[in-house]
T-cell receptor, first 115, second 112 residues
Framework: GAVVSQHPSRVICKSGTSVKIECRSL??????MFWYRQFPKKSLMLMAT?????????EQGVEKDKFLINHASLTLSTLTVTSAHPEDSSFYICSASATLDQPQHFGDGTRLSIL | DAKTTQPPSMDCAEGRAANLPCNHSTISGNEYVYWYRQIHSQGPQYIIH???NNETNEMASLIITEDRKSSTLILPHATLRDTAVYYCTATAGGTSYGKLTFGQGTILTVHP
C-alpha cells in the first residue's frame, strides 16, 4: 500500500521552457503533499507544502512564481517549473501523506535537465 | 524543529545486524522520529517511525532512548540490497507540523 507515482521520471528541455511534474497518490487520499529538490550527493531540501484546495506554503528562499504548485484533488499535485534555466536542473521529488501524523510516502523523483 | 546528527558512513557484513545511530537531542515532546532510506536515483523509502516506545516492523526495529535524545535503527539481517543512504528525521511541531527536515544521512554499505 501507500504508493505515490511521479511523472515524468526524466525531462530534458531547452532553457526558457516550462515543465510540469505530476505527483499522484494511487491508493490513498493525500490531504498534504510535499515537494523537495535534491542536488547531486546532497540531502533532500523541502521546497513547499501543498494542501488540497488551498495555496501552497513555500519554504524560505523558494520563489513561488518560479515553482507553481497546484493541488486540485486529494490524489494529484503538480509542480510547474516556469521558464526553466540550467540552474533549475535538479532531482525533484514529491511525497504524500494521508494525514500529517502519518508517514510521508515518496515518489521516485523527476530528474530535470535544462540545456 | 529537531536537528538530527548521524555518522556519515557505516559498513556492515551481509547477514549481520546493521545498527544505525541517530542523535536528536533537541527533539520536543510531540515530534516523532522517522527513518527513511534512499537508494541511488530513487525517492526515499519509508522504514519506520516512533515517538517514545520501541517499534518493530517487517523491515527494521527502532530503539528510542528513554530521554528520547537518540535512537538506533536496526536492520536485523542486512543484505546487499540494504546498501543505501539512511536518513533519520523528526517531524516538526507547531505550525510546521508534519514537515520533515532531512540531514545528510548515513551511507550504509553492506558488503559480502
Amino acid at each position: 500500500g501507500a504508493v505515490v507515482s511521479q511523472h515524468p521520471s526524466r525531462v530534458i528541455c531547452k532553457s526558457g521552457t516550462s515543465v510540469k511534474i505530476e505527483c499522484r497518490s494511487l491508493d490513498f487520499q493525500a490531504t498534504t503533499m510535499f515537494w523537495y529538490r535534491q542536488f547531486p550527493k546532497k540531502s533532500l531540501m523541502l521546497m513547499a507544502t501543498s494542501n488540497e484546495g488551498s495555496k501552497a506554503t513555500y519554504e524560505q528562499g523558494v520563489e513561488k512564481d518560479k515553482f507553481l504548485i497546484n493541488h486540485a484533488s486529494l490524489t494529484l499535485s503538480t509542480l510547474t517549473v516556469t521558464s526553466a534555466h540550467p540552474e533549475d536542473s535538479s532531482f525533484y521529488i514529491c511525497s504524500a501523506s494521508a494525514t500529517l501524523d502519518q508517514p510521508q510516502h515518496f515518489g521516485d523523483g523527476t530528474r530535470l535537465s535544462i540545456l | 524543529d529537531a536537528k538530527t546528527t548521524q555518522p556519515p558512513s557505516m559498513d556492515c557484513a551481509e547477514g549481520r545486524a546493521a545498527n544505525l545511530p541517530c542523535n536528536h537531542s533537541t527533539i520536543s515532546g510531540n515530534e516523532y522520529v522517522y527513518w527513511y532510506r534512499q537508494i541511488h536515483s530513487q525517492g526515499p523509502q519509508y522504514i519506520i517511525h516512533g515517538l517514545k516506545n520501541n517499534e518493530t516492523n517487517e523491515m527494521a526495529s527502532l530503539i528510542i532512548t528513554e530521554d528520547r535524545k537518540s535512537s538506533t535503527l536496526i536492520l536485523p539481517h542486512a543484505t546487499l540490497r540494504d546498501t543505501a543512504v539512511y536518513y533519520c528525521t523528526a517531524t516538526a511541531g507547531g505550525t510546521s507540523y508534519g514537515k520533515l527536515t532531512f540531514g545528510q544521512g548515513t551511507i550504509l554499505t553492506v558488503h559480502p
